[in-house]
């Protein structure tokens, strides 16, 4: 049974120039429900493989369309049967448009920031005990109180992280999604819904901020669609593969 | 979502990544973490491609073993059918 492969859903038809072709060389089609167009293909099968060519050819799809009307892009893998997908458009279509309109005129852009060194997210300076003179459960403690001193210190940098950057770009972007890690190297990754007019002045600030603190590694990219913004549900963890 | 995992690609010199390695990553952080869900109807599986994401905790290995997975350089071309404005990818310190 054929089932249909979903890239975005649109508050006007894109009006595609060329016939597009999207996975598994299938043609795309735009599906409208009342105020909704769904950018479709048919898949057949029951499961979409995670390949390179997947990803990207769903990645074009989208932003073919995000490039003539604003969108809200679908994860990757969303397969609906023709029933289905009628009865989520009926039932979130209020949902959809709100959220459609809420992105509208605006691009996603991403930052990541990682631990420019080790050392970063280390405990530097704390006296290492002298396990030898210490009993073994003294000796427990102590490294258990520089474990949890090291991460409060680390946890508290991560923060003052994102407050340092929120302060910076908060008043040029609309909405912004900020993650961090204390014990990760990569230890915050934001994400802002920015005005395509405000990009400009994005770029300038966040290009300020990297030159303040040049012992961190930045990994800033876009513009993209709303992927992180797209959701009208609330978010569930779907960290690829390790729980 | 069901899905099955090979191989976590660990370690990390992201700054030696190149940019075309990144956007990749950039571009899988946002495509399988992000967007409109419908309840219950992500199917993927992995096939062909050994690699487990965090997220962007792309804990990314050494480049060499980065291209085992992502293929050798000259043979990559990441490429796009899409048209208006690519992503770009900037990699700084």
């Given at each position: 049974m054929l089932n249909s492969y979903l890239y975005c859903v649109a508050h006007e038809d894109p009006n595609f120039k060329d016939e597009l072709s999207g996975l598994d060389g299938r043609g795309v089609e735009v599906l409208n429900h009342d105020a909704l167009f769904v950018v479709a293909s048919k898949f057949d099968g029951e499961m979409v493989p995670v390949t390179r060519e997947n990803v990207l050819q769903h990645e074009a799809i989208v932003r073919t369309t995000f490039s003539t009307t604003t969108v809200l892009p679908f994860r990757f893998g969303c397969l609906v049967t023709t029933s289905g997908l009628r009865s989520y458009l009926t039932i979130r279509e209020r949902a959809l448009l709100e959220r459609l309109a809420h992105v509208r005129d605006c691009v996603e852009m991403s930052v990541k920031i990682i631990w420019q060194n080790s050392s970063e997210n280390e405990d530097s300076g704390c006296v290492v005990p002298n396990l030898d003179e210490a009993g073994a459960g003294t000796a427990f403690l102590m490294l258990k109180r520089q474990e949890l001193l090291g991460s409060d210190r680390v946890e508290q940098e991560a923060r003052e992280l994102e407050a340092w950057l929120g302060a910076g770009l908060r008043d040029i972007v609309r909405q912004e999604q900020i993650t961090i890690?204390?014990?990760?190297?990569?230890v915050l990754s934001a994400s802002y819904l920015v005005e395509r007019a405000r990009l400009t002045d994005y770029r300038r600030e966040l290009g300020r901020l990297q030159a303040e603190r040049t012992n961190l590694h930045f990994l800033s990219s876009g513009p993209w669609p709303p992927y992180t913004f797209a959701n009208i549900d609330l978010e569930f963890g779907t960290h690829f593969g390790v729980s | 979502m069901s899905s099955t995992f090979d191989q976590v690609i660990v370690g990390g010199d992201v700054e030696a990544l190149e940019e075309s390695e990144l956007s990749l990553l950039e571009t899988l952080d946002h495509v399988l973490n992000r967007g409109l869900v419908?309840?219950?109807?992500i199917t993927i599986s992995v096939a062909d491609v050994d690699l487990i994401f965090v997220g962007l905790n792309v804990?990314?290995?050494?480049v060499e073993t980065a291209n085992e997975v992502l293929g050798s350089r000259e043979a990559r071309a990441l490429g796009?059918?899409?048209?208006g404005e690519s992503p770009t990818i900037s990699n700084e310190r």
């Open positions: 890690e204390p014990k990760q190297r990569l | 419908i309840a219950g109807e804990l990314v290995s050494s796009s059918t899409a048209s």
